[in-house]
């Protein structure tokens, strides 16, 4: 049976979809344990409506605790399931129907501790699918065979959608349960996983990530990044002495990326906070990542002094964005 956790927070707008997702599935076996974070509109309501109707649905209310300690809010609901694989769904995500019958026929392989596969990034009401991720190359690097070589991928950017990452219970249990980074715990539990065995992998997309305006992952990108390359660091020194590590060969490429990586980061939240009218704070912001930026990244350059005249006048720099047909809470 699965165990699909699904933290959820003021999500009343998404959460039915995302339970109703879980309920279309052609695999019947699952149990579904959602942990409202203390909610401050109808979400915990929602909920409750459908684990009255439906047994396998389950409704563990808390007070906020807030992203931050997201990993105590997965641990709870992994203390209190039942399945021998627990599945990821986050209150404002769904899944496609044929998701979890998929994924059980690849997770009865003994070597495969993790199976995952690829999403949908949608928009957050017409559900217009902007692009799909992962693309995968080297089938046996995501797949992780040899034992550490999914390294080389995770170790610079967390690209493996959660909503569609299936552990073995076992293997959580093993490692002490969910990881946490700065703002998540998917990427960073998979980093733990990955010096352990191989992944299954599935071509197939399974779900679709929603993205809107006031996701965290745009309210603090360049505190997400940093964050992400410190327990990228820790997370090399910590295992010094694994003889997995050695598969990891992208070491000497690391620093730079994930220094270009930062200061694109503070640009893209100077776009942020411009667009909320933080001008400020988007000055702040814009100010550093030209501070970071190298030569080569005249581009990212141009952006952040575009920003900052932006920032200086109080002028509204998604009117111009919107011209040229995207805007800042979709594709970037």
């Known amino acids: 049976m699965f165990s699909i956790i699904t933290p959820t927070y003021n999500h009343e707008n998404y959460i039915a979809e995302c339970i109703e997702s879980v309920i279309a599935q052609t695999y019947p076996h699952?149990?579904?344990?959602?942990?409202?974070?203390?909610?401050?509109?109808?979400?915990?309501?929602?909920?409750?409506?459908?684990?009255?109707?439906?047994?396998?649905?389950?409704?563990?209310?808390?007070?906020?605790?807030?992203?931050?300690?997201?990993?105590?809010?997965?641990?709870?609901?992994?203390?209190?399931?039942n399945g021998e694989f627990i599945a990821i769904l986050e209150g404002d995500d769904f899944w496609y129907p044929d998701k979890l019958k998929l994924q059980y026929n690849i997770l009865q392989n003994p070597d495969v501790l993790v199976c995952y596969g690829k999403s949908d990034i949608v928009t957050s009401v017409s559900k217009t699918i902007l692009r799909q991720f992962p693309q995968f190359t080297e089938d046996t690097v995501w797949a992780n065979d040899?034992?550490?070589?999914?390294?080389?991928?995770?170790?610079?950017?967390?690209?493996?959608?959660?909503?569609?990452?299936?552990?073995?219970?076992?293997?959580?249990?093993?490692?002490?349960?969910?990881?946490?980074?700065?703002?998540?715990v998917d990427t960073t539990t998979l980093m733990e996983v990955s010096l352990m065995g191989k992944f299954g992998v599935i071509s197939e997309t399974l779900g679709g990530y929603r993205i809107y305006s006031n996701q965290i992952t745009k309210r603090y990108p360049s505190e997400i990044r940093e964050a992400y390359y410190r327990y990228v660091k820790d997370f090399i020194s910590k295992n010094s002495?694994?003889?997995?590590?050695?598969?990891?060969?992208?070491?000497?490429?690391?620093?730079?990326?994930?220094?270009?990586?930062?200061?694109?980061?503070?640009?893209?939240?100077?776009?942020?906070?411009?667009a909320r009218k933080d001008y400020s704070g988007a000055r702040k912001d814009y100010f550093t990542s030209i501070k970071k930026f190298r030569l080569g990244q005249l581009g990212w350059i141009s952006r952040?002094?575009?920003?900052?005249?932006?920032?200086?006048?109080?002028?509204?720099?998604?009117?111009?964005?919107?011209?040229l047909g995207r805007t800042i809470f979709l594709e970037e």
């Open 30 to 81: 699952w149990e579904m344990i959602v942990v409202d974070d203390g909610s401050t509109d109808g979400t915990a309501g929602i909920v409750g409506k459908y684990s009255e109707a439906d047994p396998r649905i389950h409704l563990i209310r808390q007070k906020n605790i807030g992203i931050f300690r997201l990993a105590e809010t997965y641990n709870k609901a992994l203390s209190l399931s």
């Open 241 to 274: 002495g694994n003889k997995n590590l050695k598969n990891f060969t992208r070491i000497k490429e690391l620093d730079s990326h994930h220094k270009k990586s930062i200061a694109i980061s503070y640009s893209r939240s100077g776009r942020y906070k411009l």
């Open 304 to 323: 952040s002094l575009i920003g900052l005249v932006f920032s200086y006048l109080h002028l509204d720099m998604e009117k111009m964005i919107k011209k």
């Open 146 to 184: 040899p034992t550490g070589s999914i390294l080389d991928i995770i170790l610079f950017e967390g690209n493996i959608p959660a909503l569609t990452i299936v552990f073995k219970k076992q293997i959580l249990d093993k490692i002490g349960g969910f990881k946490q980074g700065l703002l998540s």
